[in-house]
């Protein structure tokens, strides 16, 4: 009787229902213990929530995996597009100028001698002066609305741009671009590695990059839009007005929808914010920290990765700074005429989105840690070209002007390099840091560059090419010397976690939780583990 009793209460619904409800609860009591348990190591804003998401998720075997492609699906159309936009602009407003050369700014102004090359260079000393500072404003700001604002202030300057009636109210206005654009990258890099693992970095950033080649096309259409109205003003003054209202006006849709934190990302539920913040875990490189951390700069310094990241920023933008701002002038040197040079920038832009895709899906399927050896093999297609442009008759316009659209295969390479970056920097001040100092290298790259591009050497601009050949080659060597250099670094850092096993014997997965948002940089942090 007493088993036939027994057997009833585990059949009733009333039951079942208590026992579930104490099940919840137990986990719950649980869970709350753990999660006071993670309080004490973690060390970023939130606290609580980011001790909740490692109580629930203790380790990447308790996330589900098809509510992680979910997340990722999600988040890959909430914030992917925006960047892409935000890239579009960026490479547009940049490139202003070289359409502007084509459109009659030269004559108008008038530019004398080494003005224009003074422009674009220009534009990069404001850059310079501010991208360090820039990038530690943003951390201690939501970095959705600090690049908001700044994209706001890029398009007022283009429009004050078209007033500038001679070089000297250029030059002010462009190094004031040049101040506000130098978050961008940076600002990309970081959202990105805050809601994406490090295997998914690399297509992620190719994902925003790719709009660099949308906006070299599109310069083309609004170029050769441009070049037919027929207004009170002259045609390059129209370009700065519409591209910048354009991005002015994208700058407000954009501090609505670009998240600041996994916290208060709007439209994602309680539990997708922990899925978020968990899976971050296996980064090891934390979050977000609005705490300036001044050992972590001067770490970041002293470390000699950093100027490696440096030096590649440099001379990855030697080829960069002159076929931004002189493409339109080499294309149309191989006789073609104002409107068609417009055009044939369209082509040019296609070109680089097909080499970064390839990139990204070289990363995607060849084994892991092959990020180095494809930024080496990408390299090489930029090399062929410029030889090609170099050596090819100066008649050859067809062949030369496929060259010239085979140097953009550098693009892939770099992509693949920011990820490094963001792949093998813990620390958010360090990460603040030494994401800042590939950019300043990129600006002493894109300052010097123009210079190459001698007006008495056109159209084979034989310097111009000859240094993307030097920086292109300089680049290569720089892949390599990179990837030696993070296997060395995880040979210690495996010693050094053995040496812990060994005297600890503590559990894997508490390290990791231990360690994941404690904003320990790369050197400190024993579980980190760089990938090349």
Request: one cysteine or more; a neutral charge.
């Amino acid at each position: 009787m007493s088993a036939t009793n027994n057997n009833d209460q585990k059949h009733d619904p009333a039951v079942r229902k208590a026992d579930v409800d104490h099940e919840s609860l137990v986990e719950d009591i649980v869970d709350t213990k753990t999660a006071e348990e993670f309080q004490q190591s973690i060390n970023q804003p939130h606290v609580a929530i980011y001790a909740e998401a490692l109580a629930r998720y203790p380790n990447d075997e308790s996330i589900d995996q098809a509510d992680e492609k979910r997340l990722k699906r999600k988040l890959d159309r909430r914030i992917i597009p925006l960047l892409g936009i935000c890239y579009f602009f960026y490479y547009v407003d940049k490139t202003t100028l070289s359409y502007a050369a084509i459109f009659g700014i030269k004559d108008d102004l008038p530019l004398r001698g080494t003005e224009y090359s003074w422009l674009s260079s220009l534009f990069y000393f404001g850059w310079l002066f501010w991208a360090i500072p820039s990038n530690l404003i943003m951390q201690k700001c939501p970095p959705g609305w600090y690049l908001s604002f700044n994209i706001f202030m890029w398009g007022a300057l283009l429009m004050a741009q078209a007033a500038a009636n001679n070089f000297a109210a250029l030059a002010a206005l462009r190094i004031l671009s040049g101040a506000f654009e130098a978050i961008a990258d940076p600002a990309f890099m970081l959202i990105t590695s805050m809601y994406y693992t490090r295997e998914e970095q690399p297509s992620r950033i190719a994902a925003w990059y790719v709009w660099n080649g949308v906006g070299v096309a599109g310069g083309g259409l609004i170029g050769y839009g441009i070049g037919n109205i027929k207004g009170a003003l002259e045609s390059w003054r129209y370009e700065f007005i519409v591209v910048g209202a354009f991005c002015s006006l994208w700058a407000i849709i954009l501090c609505v929808l670009l998240p600041n934190s996994p916290v208060t990302f709007w439209g994602f539920s309680h539990d997708e914010k922990l899925l978020m913040i968990a899976r971050i875990r296996r980064n090891q490189t934390g979050i977000e920290q609005r705490r300036i951390n001044w050992a972590q700069i001067k770490e970041a310094y002293l470390d000699y990765k950093t100027w490696l990241f440096t030096l590649l920023g440099f001379v990855g933008n030697i080829p960069n700074g002159g076929i931004s701002n002189f493409s339109t002038l080499v294309i149309r040197g191989l006789g073609f005429n104002t409107l068609h040079t417009a055009l044939l920038g369209i082509p040019q832009g296609a070109i680089v989105v097909i080499w970064i895709g390839l990139g990204a899906l070289c990363n995607r399927y060849m084994p892991a840690n092959s990020r180095t050896i494809i930024c080496a093999m990408f390299m090489l297609p930029t090399i062929a070209g410029a030889f090609g442009f170099l050596l090819a008759p100066t008649n050859a316009y067809v062949g030369r002007l496929i060259c010239f659209y085979m140097t953009g295969s550098y693009q892939a390479s770099f992509v693949l390099s920011l990820s490094l970056i963001t792949s093998n920097t813990g620390g958010q001040s360090k990460k603040m840091i030494v994401s800042g100092m590939i950019w300043f290298g990129a600006c002493i790259g894109n300052i010097a560059s123009p210079f190459f591009y001698r007006n008495e050497q056109a159209p084979k601009y034989p310097l111009g090419i000859g240094s993307l050949l030097v920086a292109n080659f300089i680049e290569l060597g720089l892949f390599f010397v990179l990837r030696f250099a993070f296997m060395w670094e995880n040979k210690r850092k495996e010693r050094q976690r053995a040496e812990m096993r060994a005297n600890r014997g503590l559990d894997e997965d508490v390290n990791l939780n231990a360690t994941a948002f404690t904003d320990m940089t790369d050197k400190e942090n024993p579980n980190f583990e760089y990938v090349y």
